[in-house]
């Protein structure tokens, strides 16, 4: 059975606090994404990786980064926490996206952060 | 850009048939639909790629009208167990997956 995991379902963290999120994915998948999901605007992409050591920006980086040293692990880091950034996290991954071909991604459960 | 889901809200009875559609301003070559029960993680329904290909397992079925930049997912003879915000996450040339604002659908027996 496929699998996504994040280190924690709920997070409560102070303004200017750096907040480490980890995903996991044991599909061997090239493709990984990190999304904030809020109400009423969906599942908005942070940033996503491709590769080891590779990114790019989604629709929604700012005062967020990244980093994939592993292939199985993807991180979603917050320099300095805001309460703006409070919302649901959700990692997802997918087989490698070539030209013409697209996958179904795999969620995780995500992670409720809140900034106090 | 996002594209746009109607209806935003859904309620039905066990046993109703719902429509909800997907829209988009730009040329697609791909249509994702998921669903999320509450507290949980979206899970892949299907993708449609263009060639107005019609999908379906079980009573959920899907449409894709390229022309159009369309696409409706079908629920019908909907089950208590069909509960959960549909997303629809679309995919262009030029656009990775966008995902919908979802459309929340509530069955009651």
């Known amino acids: ?19 480490f999120l980890e ?25 996503f990786s491709y590769d080891v050591k590779m ?37 997802a991954s997918s087989l490698f996206l070539r030209q013409g071909a697209t996958y179904e991604q795999y969620f995780g459960p995500g992670t409720r952060l809140t900034v106090t | 850009q996002q594209p746009v889901q109607s209806p935003q809200a859904v309620i039905l009875r066990e046993g109703e048939d719902a429509v909800i559609n997907c829209s988009s301003s730009k040329a697609l070559y791909s249509v994702h639909w998921y669903r999320q ?13 263009k060639g107005g290909e019609q999908k379906g397992h079980d009573k959920i079925s899907a449409s894709f009208n390229e022309k159009k930049q369309q696409s409706s997912l079908y629920l019908t003879a909907s089950q208590l167990s069909y509960s959960g915000t549909y997303f629809c996450g679309t995919e262009s040339n030029t656009d990775k997956l ?12």
């Open chain 2, 98 to 109: 966008i995902f919908g604002t979802g459309t929340r659908l509530q069955v009651f027996p």
């Open chain 1, 55 to 91: 990114k790019e920006k989604g629709d929604i980086p700012e005062g967020y980064s990244v980093s994939r040293e592993k292939k199985e692990r993807f991180s979603l880091i917050l320099e300095s926490a805001s309460t703006n950034q409070t919302s649901m996290y959700l990692c």
């Open chain 2, 37 to 49: 029960k509450h507290g949980e993680a979206p899970v892949f329904l299907m993708i449609l790629l």
């Open chain 1, 1 to 19: 059975d496929v699998k996504v995991t994040q280190s924690s379902r709920y997070l409560v963290k102070r303004t200017g606090e750096k907040v």
């Open chain 1, 23 to 47: 995903c996991v994915q044991d599909m061997d998948h090239e493709n990984m994404f990190w999304y904030r999901q809020d109400p009423g605007l969906g599942l908005r992409l942070i940033y």
